[in-house]
């Protein structure tokens, strides 16, 4: 075992010690002074993030580590600086939540889920990945009912259980299928065996098709996106965003991996597939958010409506699709976060999560009006935030590959999108109400966490080059040639 191997997996290490530390420290720790846990867990995560930054920096070529079960390389090490981010957020919204953030289980909950998805990001192998994928979503489905009082956080969890086992054993289903087409579990081992052009290009259809259909539930893309609107609207809500955010990377990356690393001679078909799922995914997203009144399901439908701009860039199968994937899911992680961040504070304050609470925000509190209006405009894809960037690149990938028509149901979905979030922006900025002249006050660690996201979402949107460079070299290493 050389050193190397050891650095190659050093986030999932100290993810591991850190669960140790936060149970060593919640067993012997005062119930009055569990906020500690959360200050714990959030300095281990920045502490890793920078171990990653430091140590675990991918090698020039991608390598298979571990006996073939993991591979090294820029798209692996992206995405976990992704997952510890999103992780790290969304322990700075839950310190100040009551029911949540004092408790030690919820952040070794939010600690394992966090080690699922990195494997997710960095597996070469069938076995790796489910076990990455369900090590990912057992703690997320415990999360999402985790408030045992509520009862639509329990319901929330009950269909998100219900629904993520019946897709992953579609799933498991589509990757025995591709063991017994091919007779191996590695990844890119299977490329190599489908392209010889023995087995009948239907039955290698039918694997990918129930393998999509797993992936698709992760990213909560239509069909597979019934569950998103209750589970948003039931789970605690920061757990609604780290689920729309870091969850959804989790499975692009995986989506990503699988289609262009065992299926890249099939890419019309599945390119296809996908262009119609994103449609829909936009469509139906869009069009059901612009009827909602509780802002927790505006975001879910939003949220599915944003997996199918993300896979636009997924259908085009470029190198430039794939940078624009990458680079969405980096503005989306913190455009996300700052909106679930200000229904977070709104909701502790107000008891409410209808929009129509939020009437008067403006003289209320004009910091969260302002990060509410960066987030909702760079989810509108409106300049000079985030979301642009990354709408541009996806859409202009699609142009590149001839994709125009997926292209202008982009932009078309887009203007859509626009009338729902400028909605909630007039509410906010317009709307009146009884008492909207007090002042809505909130603790230090909130703001911190939406300053934190509000800067991310505008250096994203203005300072591109050096995350464009970060999104580029994770796509050229999963671009099989």
Same mark, same amino acid.
């Given at each position: 075992?050389?050193?190397?191997?050891?650095?190659?997996?050093?986030?999932?290490?100290?993810?591991?010690?850190?669960?140790?530390?936060?149970?060593?420290?919640?067993?012997?720790?005062?119930?009055?002074?569990?906020?500690?846990? *959360?200050?714990?867990?959030?300095? *281990?995560?920045?502490?890793?993030?920078?171990?990653?930054?430091?140590?675990?920096?991918?090698?020039?070529?991608?390598?298979?580590?571990? *006996?073939?079960?993991?591979?090294?390389?820029?798209?692996?090490?992206?995405?976990?600086?992704?997952?510890?981010?999103?992780?790290?957020?969304?322990?700075?919204?839950?310190?100040?939540?009551?029911?949540?953030?004092?408790?030690?289980?919820?952040?070794?909950?939010?600690?394992?889920?966090?080690?699922?998805?990195?494997?997710?990001?960095?597996?070469?192998?069938?076995?790796?990945?489910?076990?990455?994928?369900?090590?990912?979503?057992?703690?997320?489905?415990?999360?999402?009912?985790?408030?045992?009082?509520?009862?639509?956080?329990?319901?929330?969890?009950?269909?998100?259980?219900?629904?993520?086992?019946?897709?992953?054993?579609?799933?498991?289903?589509?990757?025995?299928?591709?063991?017994?087409?091919?007779?191996?579990?590695?990844?890119?081992?299977?490329?190599?065996?489908?392209?010889?052009?023995?087995?009948?290009?239907?039955?290698?259809?039918?694997?990918?098709?129930?393998?999509?259909?797993?992936?698709?539930?992760?990213?909560?893309?239509?069909?597979?996106?019934?569950?998103?609107?209750?589970?948003?609207?039931? %789970?605690?809500?920061?757990?609604?965003?780290?689920?729309?955010?870091?969850?959804?990377?989790?499975?692009?990356?995986?989506?990503?991996?699988?289609?262009?690393?065992?299926?890249?001679?099939?890419?019309?078909?599945?390119?296809?597939?996908?262009?119609?799922?994103?449609?829909?995914?936009?469509?139906?997203?869009?069009?059901?958010?612009?009827?909602?009144?509780?802002?927790?399901?505006?975001?879910?439908?939003?949220?599915?409506?944003?997996?199918?701009?993300?896979?636009?860039?997924?259908?085009?199968?470029?190198?430039?699709?794939?940078?624009?994937?990458?680079?969405?899911?980096?503005?989306?992680?913190?455009?996300?976060?700052?909106?679930?961040?200000?229904?977070?504070?709104?909701?502790?304050?107000?008891?409410?999560?209808?929009?129509?609470?939020? %009437?008067?925000?403006?003289?209320?509190?004009?910091?969260?009006?302002?990060?509410?209006?960066?987030?909702?405009?760079?989810?509108?894809?409106?300049?000079?935030f985030a979301g642009f960037i990354g709408k541009l690149l996806v859409l202009a990938a699609a142009v590149e590959v001839n994709l125009i028509w997926l292209a202008l149901v982009g932009v078309i979905n887009s203007i859509i999108a626009l009338y729902y979030y400028l909605n909630v922006l007039k509410v906010i900025y317009v709307g009146r109400s009884e008492g909207d002249e007090q002042a809505l006050s909130f603790d230090r660690t909130w703001t911190t966490?939406?300053?934190?996201?509000?800067?991310?979402?505008?250096?994203?949107?203005?300072?591109?080059?050096?995350?464009?460079?970060?999104?580029?070299? %994770?796509?050229?290493?999963?671009?099989?040639?």
């Open positions: 075992m050389t050193s190397d191997m050891i650095l190659a997996i050093l986030p999932e290490i100290g993810l591991l010690v850190l669960v140790g530390v936060v149970l060593v420290v919640d067993i012997f720790l005062r119930k009055e002074n569990s906020r500690i846990l *959360g200050w714990v867990t959030l300095v *281990g995560l920045v502490v890793i993030a920078l171990m990653s930054l430091l140590f675990s920096t991918p090698p020039a070529e991608p390598q298979l580590i571990w *006996g073939g079960m993991l591979r090294a390389d820029s798209a692996g090490f992206v995405f976990r600086l992704i997952f510890l981010s999103g992780a790290a957020l969304t322990t700075l919204f839950v310190l100040e939540n009551p029911e949540v953030g004092q408790r030690g289980e919820f952040y070794i909950l939010l600690l394992v889920s966090t080690l699922g998805m990195n494997l997710m990001a960095a597996s070469a192998d069938l076995i790796m990945l489910y076990l990455a994928v369900e090590t990912t979503s057992i703690p997320l489905y415990v999360m999402a009912g985790f408030v045992t009082r509520d009862q639509k956080s329990v319901e929330s969890g009950m269909k998100y259980l219900l629904f993520g086992a019946m897709t992953s054993a579609v799933m498991l289903y589509g990757f025995s299928l591709l063991y017994g087409f091919t007779g191996t579990t590695q990844i890119y081992e299977q490329a190599a065996l489908l392209r010889t052009g023995e087995l009948p290009v239907i039955s290698v259809m039918v694997a990918a098709l129930l393998v999509l259909a797993g992936f698709s539930f992760k990213i909560s893309a239509v069909p597979f996106h019934f569950w998103a609107p209750d589970v948003y609207e039931g %789970a605690p809500t920061p757990v609604a965003g780290f689920l729309s955010t870091a969850s959804k990377a989790a499975g692009f990356i995986v989506l990503l991996r699988v289609l262009l690393g065992v299926f890249p001679d099939m890419l019309p078909y599945w390119s296809l597939t996908l262009g119609i799922m994103a449609t829909a995914s936009m469509f139906v997203g869009n069009f059901l958010a612009l009827a909602q009144k509780n802002i927790k399901r505006m975001l879910a439908y939003s949220s599915i409506a944003q997996a199918g701009y993300i896979l636009i860039g997924v259908a085009a199968g470029s190198q430039l699709g794939s940078t624009g994937a990458t680079y969405y899911l980096m503005a989306y992680l913190v455009t996300n976060l700052a909106a679930f961040g200000v229904v977070a504070v709104v909701g502790s304050k107000l008891g409410s999560d209808e929009i129509s609470a939020y %009437a008067g925000l403006s003289r209320r509190s004009p910091g969260l009006a302002l990060v509410m209006l960066a987030a909702l405009l760079s989810l509108g894809g409106i300049p000079p966490a939406l300053l934190i996201c509000a800067v991310g979402v505008v250096v994203l949107g203005v300072i591109i080059a050096p995350w464009y460079g970060w999104s580029f070299g %994770a796509a050229q290493t999963l671009i099989i040639h």
